[in-house]
């Protein structure tokens, strides 16, 4: 199975601020890269999909790269409704679908 | 609208059984692959199984092989899971979710609660 490795595990950020988070695998998958989007209590959201392509509805702040191995996720001028955990996927191998371990976005 | 809908879940008693459901609304169900992610309280999003829109081919993560059983009934609009020979370590929210053609899990339901204990 691939493994999807995050990082860092959390971070704490401001309104305003540019966040990174990071999301490596454990062998190449091309760029079948997703992000998901989990706030406390409710189910995950699609933000991007092939490694950079946003899915509808989701605000242009968010931006996605990489492709291989190195993936990147980008939140610029952080919103107070962006504070979530996010996850990213690879579906480039499956079964399994693996899911990085996450990413928790605090204030 | 589109829409999932979980529901059937629970306490049980470790041994025992649940069969969930995933109700869909407002999309052409039986086109969509469609698969059922947990996540246990407090922890990290685990893929559980998937199906294919016909039912032709069926996958199940190791830690579930030969104990959950998935299918669906396209003519009801219907996804289930059912969980036999429960443990502690299945406590999880269980979530449906489609998988769309840009290879991502792009539809989601609101998950139902699975708890495991004596």
């Known amino acids: 199975d691939i493994q999807m490795t995050q990082s860092p595990s959390s971070l704490s950020a401001s309104v305003g601020d540019r966040v990174t988070i990071t999301c490596r695998s454990s062998?190449?998958?091309?760029?079948?890269l997703n992000w998901y989007q989990q706030k406390p209590g409710k189910a995950p959201k699609l933000l991007i999909y092939?490694?950079?392509t946003l899915h509808s509805g989701v605000p242009s702040r968010f931006s996605g790269s990489g492709s291989g191995t190195d993936f990147t996720l980008t939140i610029n001028n952080l919103q107070p409704e962006d504070f979530a955990t996010y996850f990213c996927?690879?579906?480039?191998?499956?079964?399994?679908?693996?899911f990085g371990q996450g990413t928790k976005v605090e204030i | 609208e589109v829409h999932l809908v979980e529901s059937g879940g629970g306490l049980v008693k470790p041994g025992g059984s649940l069969r969930l459901s995933c109700a869909a609304s407002?999309?052409?169900?039986?086109?969509?692959?469609m698969n059922w992610v947990r996540q246990a309280p407090g922890k990290g999003l685990e893929w559980v199984s998937s199906?294919?829109?016909?039912?032709?081919?069926?996958f199940y993560a190791d830690s579930v092989k030969g104990r959950f059983t998935i299918s669906r009934d396209n003519a009801e609009n219907s996804l289930h899971l059912q969980l036999n020979s429960l443990r502690g370590e299945d406590t999880a929210v269980y979530y449906c979710?489609?998988?769309?053609?840009?290879?991502?899990?792009?539809?989601w339901g609101q998950g139902t609660l699975v708890t495991v204990s004596s």
């Open positions: 979710a489609t998988y769309g053609t840009m290879s991502a899990f792009d539809i």
């Open positions: 062998q190449i998958i091309s760029r079948y």
């Open positions: 996927q690879q579906t480039y191998s499956t079964p399994p679908p693996t």
């Open positions: 092939a490694a950079s």
């Open positions: 199906i294919t829109s016909s039912s032709s081919y069926i």
């Open positions: 407002g999309f052409t169900f039986s086109a969509y692959n």
